[in-house]
């Protein structure tokens, strides 16, 4: 860690009040003292200098958190030290994540391989350099792979040349944007804590079936929060300030759909019971939203049977409903219509019946 940067305890008041809600905060700090660390393990060095693209979360000086992926050939993110990860990247013009990366900024960084689903994380203080820029490692832990679907990449240009992206700006979701969030089995979310010391951001991704996110009439986003490590690193930033930016990928076409907005953590809820896997809630609420055609130079292919075994246990919006549905009909009475009247003996009557509210 630089010198000017103090360890600061694993977990801050918005983790600790999920933690303590489910009993594990007693727990969670003898972990977060092991895998929370001020430095990158060479494991972690090794791993981001394979990489093909990087997520990154930024905060711009509004306040608003958003999250992108940069791009480049493996050894285009390099570390000379176990404190520093060199990133030869910029953030594309029209880019809003680049709002927040000046000198002295504090990003989040998530690494995410997805045909291997491996991924690491880290956060520290971002300096630029002729070739792009330094994070200087404030936090660095791993993550687990589960909710990862198989993908493999490709270019389909230089990372170097730039994509000439148009930048739309949307004031509402639009067909395309829902159907791309309602199609979509994976996002990346950008949140951020401001710690008595200093700001920490933090940019994690989101994983489940093709679903897996509901969008209500109004725009608002509905996600699970399933099993996971209980870090709480998201939820417990949204708890502190109620932010949070997201960018979903069209992994065929490389195209991004940017937003930030409010969010809020949802504990209590029948619909939790009703999706299934899911322990938690939380919803977003889009304020600015962005996209831009062909920004990335990837693209992705789903590799056959790439369906996360974790992402296959759980549900979708659709499922919810009908389950919720049957939990409301079970408590009440239903009215019914008699169709047919069968004369089976002297004796017995049937009665065939029909559900009078279809």
């Known amino acids: 860690m630089t010198a000017t940067l103090k360890t600061l305890p694993a977990w ?6 999920i933690q303590r809600k489910l009993g594990v905060a007693e727990r969670m ?70 709002e927040g990366m000046r000198d002295g900024d504090p990003v989040g960084l998530l690494g995410i391989e997805m045909h291997t689903r491996r991924r690491n994380r880290m956060n520290g203080i ?3 350099s002729g070739s792009g820029f330094r994070v200087d490692v404030d936090q660095s832990f791993g993550n687990c792979p589960r909710y990862i679907q198989l993908r493999d990449f490709a270019y389909a240009r ?42 920490q951001v933090d940019v994690s991704h989101r994983g489940g079936k093709a679903g897996f996110v509901r969008v209500a009439e109004d725009g608002t986003l509905t996600v699970p929060d399933f099993n996971g490590n209980l870090f709480f690193s998201t939820l417990g930033n949204i708890v502190l300030n109620g932010k949070a930016g997201l960018v979903f ?4 076409s490389g195209d991004l759909l940017q937003m930030t907005g409010d969010a809020e953590v949802v504990l209590d809820s029948p619909e939790i019971a009703a999706f299934q896997g899911a322990e938690r809630l939380w919803t977003f609420r889009p304020r600015r939203i962005l996209r831009r055609a062909g920004a990335l130079a990837l693209r992705w292919s789903f590799r ?32 019914y219509r ?10 017995i009557r049937s009665f065939h019946l029909q559900p009078a509210d279809g």
Do not use: C
């Open 12 to 17: 801050h008041e918005g983790e600790l009040f």
């Open 29 to 98: 700090e003898a972990i977060g003292q092991r895998v929370i660390r001020d430095h990158m393990p060479d494991q972690h060095r090794d791993f981001y200098a394979q990489l093909p693209f990087i997520v990154l979360g930024s905060v711009d000086p509004a306040g608003d958190p958003w999250a992108t992926l940069l791009v480049g050939k493996p050894g285009f993110l390099s570390s000379p030290t176990p404190t520093r990860l060199d990133i030869a990247a910029h953030a594309e013009p029209g880019d809003p994540a680049g």
């Open 126 to 128: 971002l300096t630029a």
């Open 158 to 199: 230089e990372p170097a040349e730039p994509s000439n992206a148009a930048v739309e700006v949307l004031p509402r979701l639009d067909a395309a944007a829902r159907a791309m969030v309602a199609a979509a089995d994976a996002f990346f979310v950008a949140t951020y804590a401001d710690r008595a010391e200093r700001r």
């Open 249 to 252: 990928v069209d992994y065929e």
């Open 304 to 335: 056959k049977e790439g369906w996360s075994p974790n992402s296959l246990m759980t549900g979708d919006w659709t499922e919810a409903a009908a389950r919720l549905q049957a939990a409301d009909l079970s408590k009440s009475w239903r009215p």
């Open 338 to 347: 008699v169709t047919k009247i069968v004369d089976e003996t002297p004796e």
